[in-house]
C-alpha cells in the first residue's frame, strides 16, 4: 500500500512566490526523506528528517514533519524557473530497516513560470 | 565524483528479446538499489544488494527478470523475454551506508519493448 503521498499533484507558480508541497504517510517511520526529480534525470536527494526532528532547513528549502498527524511539508522560498521538477517523500518504517524499506510517494509536480 | 552511471540511456527492444541493463555505483558506496517508474505505478523498489550481496528480490515482478552484482563496481539488471508492458524508465542507485545514508540516483535507462 502507498505510504507517502504527496500533495497536490501538481502546483504551478509564479517565480519568487513560495511553493509549499505535502506528504502525509500511515505507519510510524524513522525517518522522512524529500528527493527532486528533473525532468529526464534521477532522484536527487534534498534533505532527511528524524522521527524526532520538527524541523529542518537546507538554503532555500525548509522542512516540517508532525508526527502526531502523520504529516510533512516541505516549503522552497523564492522560486526559481529552475526549482521547476517533481518532489517526492520517502518515508522510511520505525522499525529500522535499510534504505531498501524506503517507499516513495508518486510526487508532487511543480512548476515555477519566469 | 562522476555519480551513479548507467546504460545504456535509451533502449528499444522487440518482444522476447534479452535486455541487460548496467549499473555503475558511486566509488565506496556499499548498496545498490533498481528501481522502476512508470506513471502508472511511480517508484518501484525491484531488489537491492548490500556488500554485493542480493538482500531482498521480491519486488522483482517475475521470473523473467534477474540481476547480478559481480562485484562492487558494477551490476546488471537482465529481463529475458523482454514484453511490452516491462516498458518503463529503470533506475539504478547506491548509497554509502546500507541504514541512512541517502541514495544517489543514475540518469535512468528508457526502456521500450515493442
Known amino acids: 500500500s502507498q505510504q507517502g503521498e504527496e500533495d497536490p499533484q501538481a502546483l504551478s507558480i509564479q517565480e519568487g512566490e513560495n511553493a509549499t508541497m505535502n506528504c502525509s504517510y500511515k505507519?510510524?517511520?524513522?525517518?522522512l526523506q524529500w528527493y527532486r526529480q528533473n525532468s529526464g534525470r534521477g532522484l536527487v536527494h534534498l534533505i532527511l528528517?528524524?522521527?524526532?526532528?520538527r524541523e529542518k532547513h537546507s538554503g532555500r528549502l525548509r522542512v516540517t514533519l508532525d508526527t502526531s498527524k502523520k504529516s510533512s511539508s516541505l516549503l522552497i522560498t523564492a522560486s526559481r524557473a529552475a526549482d521547476t521538477a517533481s518532489y517526492f517523500c520517502a518515508t522510511a518504517p520505525y522499525y529500522g530497516g535499510s534504505q531498501g524499506n524506503l517507499i516513495f510517494g508518486k510526487g508532487t509536480k511543480l512548476s515555477v513560470k519566469p | 565524483d562522476a555519480g551513479v552511471i548507467q546504460s545504456p540511456r535509451h533502449e528499444v527492444t522487440e518482444m522476447g528479446q534479452e535486455v541487460t541493463l548496467r549499473c555503475k555505483p558511486i566509488?565506496?558506496?556499499?548498496?545498490l538499489f533498481w528501481y522502476r517508474q512508470t506513471m502508472m505505478r511511480g517508484l518501484e523498489l525491484l531488489i537491492y544488494?548490500?556488500?554485493?550481496?542480493?538482500?531482498?528480490d521480491s519486488g522483482m515482478p517475475e521470473d523473467r527478470f534477474s540481476a547480478k552484482m559481480p562485484n562492487a563496481s558494477f551490476s546488471t539488471l537482465k529481463i529475458q523475454p523482454s514484453e511490452p508492458r516491462d516498458s518503463a524508465v529503470y533506475f539504478c542507485a547506491s548509497s554509502f551506508d546500507f541504514f541512512r545514508s541517502p541514495l544517489h540516483f543514475g540518469n535512468g535507462t528508457r526502456l521500450t519493448v515493442t
Open positions: 566509488s565506496g558506496h556499499n548498496s
Open positions: 505507519t510510524s517511520i524513522n525517518n
Open positions: 528528517i528524524r522521527s524526532n526532528e
Open positions: 544488494f548490500n556488500n554485493n550481496v542480493p538482500i531482498d
